[in-house]
């Protein structure tokens, strides 16, 4: 893990708010332009927090990246001067970028507390390095059954098995429970 960096003074956390599957971009945008635009003194980081989310369909394993703040990119800087008047340069220069509506609270946005970021980095934190399956079922809940030999059952998970994206269900056939071993798209929730 990196060592804790200190913010330099005067640096806050900011949400900006962007357009529908515009964060990477924007998040690209900014960290290749700060330089250039001479504003490294003034934007410390971009934080796109995703996750890496995966889903076994037909036996096959498939994965991919889910942001999980979607519509929202993090923003280390220093927006305000001691005075607490905006810095027009990072102001200007942030809000043009193509994909930023704008910063969360508009004209006069409020940094994040200490807790809302660290909260954003724990989940960042937790994240990394697993995947999660893309639907989450839990031991004991009933399913439908929707696929194969057993289709238009109901049954009930017995054993969860992310890795391999398979569940154990047991369908009670003819007045009998009987384990039945089902991937996860081959059932879906009951719902009341």
Do not use: C
């Not at 893990?1 to 806050?12: E, L, S």
């Not at 995703?50 to 979607?70: D, I, N, W």
């Amino acid at each position: 893990m990196a060592a804790q960096v200190t913010a330099p003074p005067g640096a806050q956390w900011f949400a900006l708010h962007t357009l529908s599957g515009q964060e990477g971009k924007v998040k690209t945008y900014i960290e290749k332009f700060k330089k250039v635009e001479e504003l490294d003194d003034y934007i410390m980081e971009v934080l796109l927090p995703t996750e890496v989310v995966s889903e076994v369909k037909a036996g096959k394993k498939s994965t991919k990246v889910r942001k999980l703040y979607p519509g929202y990119v993090f923003i280390q800087m220093r927006l305000y001067d001691e005075e607490s008047r905006v810095i027009n340069k990072p102001w200007y220069f942030v809000k043009e970028v193509a994909g930023v509506i704008g910063f969360v609270g508009g004209d006069s946005p409020a940094a994040l507390r200490q807790a809302e970021i660290d909260e954003i980095k724990a989940r960042i934190e937790a994240a990394n390095g697993k995947e999660v399956p893309k639907v989450q079922y839990t031991v004991g809940e009933e399913v439908k059954i929707n696929d194969g030999p057993f289709a238009n059952l109901n049954g009930r998970i017995d054993e969860i098995d992310p890795a391999r994206g398979k569940l154990k269900i047991s369908v009670s056939i003819f007045g009998r429970f009987t384990p039945v071993e089902l991937e996860y798209w081959q059932v879906q929730r009951v719902t009341e």
